[in-house]
């Protein structure tokens, strides 16, 4: 039976440990990543979630974000011939679910997750909590209109599902 995969230990503590690694590595000069520093790098290391391959999409996060345990695994996913897979690529992404915030009276929805994760591209980001915004469909066309900028998956938190395991 498919289910989610949650950070089996302390939560609270691995978020300490990587802020001070952080702070270290700001004072020193460096960057300190898991693994080699890919997004997807960090849940298989920190979690038994295992492979891209075995990864299936579970609920949207900002749906059951009130209920979602910190620590599970999310992730955005490449939707094909009704199967959704996790693509190996920019802008797609895979971390660890910290909380929702700015919910919503009306739907009860978040405004926003806060994610724990890492990247290493051009701009890298170094394992840690990071806010990504819950943009509508209509909010989406909106800033490409008017700035030229897409919002890519990565950065949508509407585009975050839970990660499902066999």
Known sequence: MPHPVIYPGNFEALLKKWDE???KDQQD???TFIANGECARLPQELTNVG???RWRPGPNVVEVARTLKPGTVIANF???YDTGLFP???TYHAALFVRGEGYSVV???PSQIIMFDQYNSAK???PGPRPV???SWEQMQEIKRRTGWQIEPCDNANQFCVVLVS
Do not use: D
Request: glycine share 8%.
């Open 29 to 31: 000069g460096t960057k």
């Open 78 to 80: 490449y939707f094909e």
């Open 88 to 90: 190996s690529t920019h």
């Open 133 to 135: 915004r819950a943009y």
């Open 21 to 23: 690694q952080r702070a």
């Open 107 to 109: 739907t009860g929805k």
């Open 124 to 126: 890298k980001h170094t």
């Open 51 to 53: 492979h891209t391959t």
